[in-house]
Nanobody
């Protein structure tokens, strides 16, 4: 059974940067599609970024394209999300997710992912 644990969230000012980490334990995740989602208070969970098993393909939500970067280190069973030029509207709980399916691109639908972390809060003040 795979467990995912996010870290790296915090309270920052607009324009600042953060690096979120997702540590996988219990099983190697090197062959699975991984993604980051976020959920702001009172809103539905939304796709942020995804990465295929070897990092060969990444995809992003339009709202974060050019500011956020997803990456992974399969030797460490880790997935990362670099958040740059943060805006107040980026405030949310950020979740790491895993899909058991071998895919050519990460799905944007949350129901395509079978394992989730507990989330890490990112708060951006103006």
């Amino acid at each position: 059974q795979v467990q995912l644990e996010e870290s790296g969230g915090g309270l920052v000012q607009a324009g600042d940067s953060l690096r979120l980490s997702c540590a996988a334990s219990g099983r190697t995740v090197s062959i699975y599609t991984m993604a980051w989602f976020r959920q702001a208070s009172g809103k539905e969970r939304e796709f942020v970024a995804g990465i295929t098993w070897n990092g060969g393909r990444t995809n992003y939500a339009d709202a974060v394209k050019g500011r956020f970067t997803i990456s992974r280190d399969n030797t460490k069973n880790m997935v990362y999300l670099q958040l740059n030029s943060l805006k107040p509207e980026d405030t949310a709980v950020y979740y790491c997710a895993l899909s058991w399916k071998l895919l050519v691109t990460a799905p944007i639908q949350s129901n395509e992912y079978e394992r989730w972390g507990q989330g890490t809060q990112v708060t951006v003040s103006s």
